[in-house]
């Protein structure tokens, strides 16, 4: 079955630069765009950044100028690079994996890694 497997998160402190990984497996990775999301206690899941099957990159105003996404295909993994982090920064943050193929959507969730950011 698909797997999505966020690793990299934990106790970060304010101004910390953690990288996230997630590693996709028995999927056609090449084919998804690839986003993440988190999720902060009492909130809603929102999206921070995602790529494109072409590599483009698109950001949420808040993570703008902090953070990176990036993707190597060659090992099915995306990377968000987290610069400058904030307490507003902690959450849970799940990698996202979509495909619109014709005639329906592939959608596919890891299990998310927490990221606590301390002032």
């Known amino acids: 079955q698909v797997q999505l497997v966020e690793s990299g998160g934990g106790l970060v402190q304010a101004g910390g630069s953690p990288r996230l990984s997630c590693v996709a497996s028995?999927?056609?990775?090449?084919?998804?765009?690839m986003g993440w999301y988190r999720q902060a206690p009492g909130k809603q899941r929102e999206l921070v950044a995602s790529?494109?099957?072409?590599?483009?990159?698109n950001y949420v105003d808040p993570v703008k100028d902090r953070f990176t996404v990036s993707r190597d295909d060659a090992k099915n993994t995306i990377y968000l690079q987290m610069n400058s982090l904030k307490p507003e920064d902690t959450a849970v943050y799940y990698c996202?994996?979509?495909?619109?193929?014709?005639?329906?959507?592939?959608?596919?969730w890891g299990q998310g890694t927490q990221v606590t950011v301390s002032s």
């Open positions: 996202n994996a979509v495909w619109r193929r014709l005639g329906g959507l592939n959608e596919y």
């Open positions: 028995r999927i056609t990775f090449g084919l998804y765009r």
């Open positions: 790529i494109t099957s072409g590599g483009s990159a």
